[in-house]
């Protein structure tokens, strides 16, 4: 195990007289994060301002081997980072989980360095000659959630590296340490002052999104946090990609073979132990095939291992903090309340050390229990039956948020009607939640607004002008 060198990297980023982060599988001490104050945002403010005019005067090749440059950093200290991630976030080092997590962001890094920018050519004929060009903006303020600390900041960082912008980033107050150390790695890269994490709470968040020097918000989070920093940023009239949350859902088709489709659904549900936001997190499932999703499923779902995330064969985690695995519990106390049928999981033994709360499928539930229509965020499956197509769909589409969805079918033309009628950013054929780099993502509906991955993704942090003769 890589412990030694994880510590090396971590004694680099943190304060000792900071903030206690603890292990949310053991309750150890990780590490001690910094706090930035608020003369010290404004420094970092400041000072990747002042960077700004020299990194965007550089071209895109030279902008995109230093990115290059910065993915290689991140490969050679793959195996350190994954280890504070899977000790701080609490995801295991192996499945797709805290390696898995280093190397898509090296990959995302990549394409977003890769992906050619060319101006537009709008109008050309005797009536004039019109171009779309697409300039940096300044300085971007990137703000990020827990649940995938360092694939979010990347998604943040690159693009808007690669166009030109420089970045002031605040981690998640649970997940600083994982942000911090990929930010110092991706420094020895970057020339000073390109990229600059603050740490902090919400409190400096907010004072980010107010900060009249920021061009640009980049926020992953939930829906309220989102709507807040609407509010605020409209004094200075930011641009925003909002990343926010969802509740997906899946809908079975009659004729999907249960077995065949029984373990990509789970780790579509279960991927990071449920804390991601386009996981499936409602399963309607056709009547007449009902019994063998369930019971295919539940075979699936009892040979993954849940434990502590150093332990290589463990696949599942802990909730990363007490909150979450809260909210988790509640709900499914409430589908059980209700009457609803456990097929696995449920019942956690209070007791034991971590935030861990165990697999858990729940049957026989009513399509408008808590646990299917709001967003657990964890390890919990509500499996729905329904016997109309038609209102499988209304019932997939009847929520306020539609980030990812999904449609299981053994028909590519059957499945592809129905994934047209859904009301999401993505809907996944066979699949939940396979998002590529060089495919945009983003939210419909109050899962958010902005895209990103792609030329569509580089596209949104830069300011489009047109030149026009
Ligand atoms: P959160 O909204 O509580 O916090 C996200 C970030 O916002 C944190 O860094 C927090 O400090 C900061 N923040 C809090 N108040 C703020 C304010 N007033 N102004 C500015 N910043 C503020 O979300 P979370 O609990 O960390 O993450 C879980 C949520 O994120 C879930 O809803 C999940 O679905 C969503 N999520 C969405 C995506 C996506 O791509 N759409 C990806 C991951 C997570």
Known sequence: MDTQTASTLLEQIQSPQGREILDPATGELVGRTPQTSPAELNDAVARAHTAQTTWAAQSHDQRSQTLHAAADAIEAHAEELAVLLSREQGKPLNGPNARFEVGACAAWLRTAASIPVEPEVLLDDETGHA????????????????????????????????MGNTVVIKPSEYTPLSVLALVHVLNTA??????????????????LTEHPDIAKIMFTGSVTTGKAIIKTAADTMKRMTMELGGNDAGIV??????????????????????????????????????????????????????????????????????????????????????????????????????????????????????????????????????????????????????????????????????????????????KHGAIDPRVPFGGA???????????????EVAQPHVISS
């Open 445 to 459: 509906k109050q899962s958010g607004f902005g895209l990103e991955f792609g030329l569509q993704g580089l596209k």
């Open 131 to 162: 171009e779309l060009h697409y300039r940096p903006l300044g300085v971007v303020g990137a703000i990020g959630p827990w649940n995938w600390p360092m694939m979010i900041s990347i998604w943040q960082i690159a693009p808007s590296l690669r």
């Open 253 to 430: 088709l009659d004729d999907a073979d249960p077995k065949a489709i029984a373990e990509d659904l789970f780790w579509g549900a279960f991927i990071n132990t449920g804390q991601t936001c386009a996981a499936l997190k409602r399963l309607y499932v056709p009547d007449s095939i009902y019994d063998e999703v369930c019971q295919a499923l539940t075979e699936v779902a009892a040979k993954m291992p849940m434990g502590i995330g150093l332990e290589e064969h463990n696949v599942l985690g802990p909730l990363q903090n007490a909150k979450q695995r809260e909210i988790v519990a509640r709900l499914v106390d409430a589908a059980t309340d209700s009457g609803a049928r456990v097929l696995i999981g449920a019942d956690p033994d209070d007791a034991a050390p971590g935030f861990f709360y165990p697999t858990t499928l729940v049957a026989d539930i009513d399509p408008q229990n808590p646990l299917v229509t709001e967003e657990q965020f964890g390890p919990a499956l509500p499996i729905i039956r329904y016997t109309s197509l038609d209102q499988a769909i209304a019932w997939a589409n009847g929520l306020e948020v539609g980030l990812g969805s999904s449609v299981w079918s053994s028909d590519p033309k059957r499945a592809a009607e129905v994934a047209a009628r859904m009301e999401a950013g993505t809907t996944w054929i066979n």
């Open 190 to 207: 970057l020339p000073a002052d390109v990229l600059i994490a603050v740490p902090g709470d919400g409190s400096l968040g907010k004072a």
